[in-house]
């Protein structure tokens, strides 16, 4: 089944996000947006070209010699320069570009995601397109990424570390996926703080579907979409990987929460290694599946392993922006099912075992377990050595 325009879907919804008011492009990307599409040409091997060319349009306007001795015997590339045989397609993208009031960022001007043009990222893309009116260069960011099967725990933290950034002017980065990627990107807006989803397809729809409300909202809220896919492309599997350099490099550290051993989370932290970014994981349970690939990049020494987002200010040298410490964002946090007698009996006896939270009340040992554990996420207790508990 096609997927359903993203646009179409929203007009019948609310079209206010689109900003009628923004700018429009101002120049003619026409060229830029035909170099990209160059068949056999990939983002490092066009960022060369524009190195011994000067320009996308000198590219085009080079002569049968020139051509030759610049690609060689690749008899393809040199008649789609020469005949400009994706130029209809160019045309199309633009039109679509300014109907929609969609951005074009050209790798060699300032509003261009600047991390991306560090010598390390020798395979950036050289243009982007987006939606939302969100800083794409903005003093502090990270990407938070994992499993798109996430579990509860791996929600909780997500959520945990993200409201330690509150008031602190960090974007949070991310691919719009199922699990991890909403999770990161609904704490940021539950926290005001921007958000940036970086897709693997093109500004006309929006992938998984179910995340058109998420995409949506964080338009509306100061937040923004991002990709180096134009409209119209099927999507193909090989779109999320190459998704995940963009991912990695947009941000100042990585952030894994929750991730199986194979799978796009440890792609990213991988590249966020080679592209010399700082990467941190969530530890979790030995054995859960889901838990297995953070809790290996941190055995390898790949991770700096964080418990919140006090350690990530930490290990970053970033000095808080606000008195706000990243524990409790509420005075009076929620307490649901066992969580308020547990907490209860904490506080009045600090420094207690599970086993003497037990003996002041009714509750079975597995339910008190599961108990600490929503208070640890919560930041209301700490399990100190010995598994003593005290509360915060």
């Known amino acids: 089944m096609p997927f359903q325009s ?29 170099l990209t599409l160059l068949p056999g040409v990939g983002s490092q091997s066009a960022r060369q070209l524009l190195d011994i060319t000067g320009s ?9 010699n020139d051509l030759r001795q ?27 570009i300014e109907k929609n009031k969609i951005k074009i960022h050209y790798y060699t001007e300032p509003d261009f995601p600047q991390r991306l043009n560090r010598s390390e990222c020798i395979d950036a893309p050289i243009l982007l397109f987006s939606l939302g009116d969100v800083d794409l260069n903005p003093q502090r960011a990270v990407s938070v990424v994992g499993t798109r099967r ?14 330690g950034f509150r008031n602190e002017g960090i974007t949070v980065v991310s691919g719009l996926a199922l699990g991890i990627d909403a999770a990161s990107h ?7 703080l921007p958000t940036i989803g970086v897709l693997a397809h093109g500004l006309d729809r929006i992938y998984p579907p179910s995340n058109r409300g998420l ?12 990709t180096e896919i134009k409209s119209g492309t099927n999507i193909l599997p090989g779109m999320f990987p190459a998704r995940n350099r963009i991912i990695a490099s947009m941000s100042d550290a990585t952030i894994v929460v929750e991730a199986s051993r194979k799978g796009g989370a440890l792609i990213t932290a991988n590249i966020a290694n080679g592209y010399h970014r700082d990467l941190f994981a969530v530890p ?26 006090n350690d990530v200010f930490f290990n970053m040298a970033w000095e808080r922006k606000s008195k706000h410490e990243g524990k409790q964002t509420t005075l ?49 207790c700490r399990c100190l050595p010995g598994k003593i508990y005290k509360p915060l």
């Open 284 to 309: 979790g349970r030995v054995g859960d599946k889901y838990s297995e690939g953070c809790n290996s990049i941190i055995a390898a020494c790949k991770a700096i392993l964080i418990r919140d987002a």
């Open 186 to 192: 609904e704490a940021a807006l539950d926290n005001q």
């Open 56 to 64: 996308a349009e000198a590219l085009f306007q080079m002569g049968n």
């Open 215 to 226: 995409a949506k909202r964080m338009l509306q809220n100061g937040g923004g979409l991002i």
């Open 150 to 163: 996430a579990t509860m725990y791996g929600k909780e933290m997500t959520h945990k570390l993200i409201d």
């Open 332 to 380: 009076f946090p929620k307490l649901e099912g066992d969580e308020g007698t547990v907490f209860k009996i904490i506080q009045e006896h600090p420094d207690i075992s599970m086993e003497e939270i037990h003996g002041f009340c009714d509750l079975s040992l597995p339910k008190i377990a599961t108990a600490l554990l929503s208070l640890e996420l919560k930041n209301l």
């Open 70 to 96: 610049l690609f060689g015997k690749h008899e393809d590339i040199i008649h789609a320069v020469k005949q400009r045989t994706m130029f209809p397609e160019v045309e199309k993208e633009l039109n679509f």
């Open 6 to 34: 993203f646009f179409l879907f929203l007009h019948f919804q609310n079209r206010t996000f689109l900003l009628p008011d923004s700018t429009l492009t101002m120049r003619d990307y026409t060229y830029e947006i035909a």
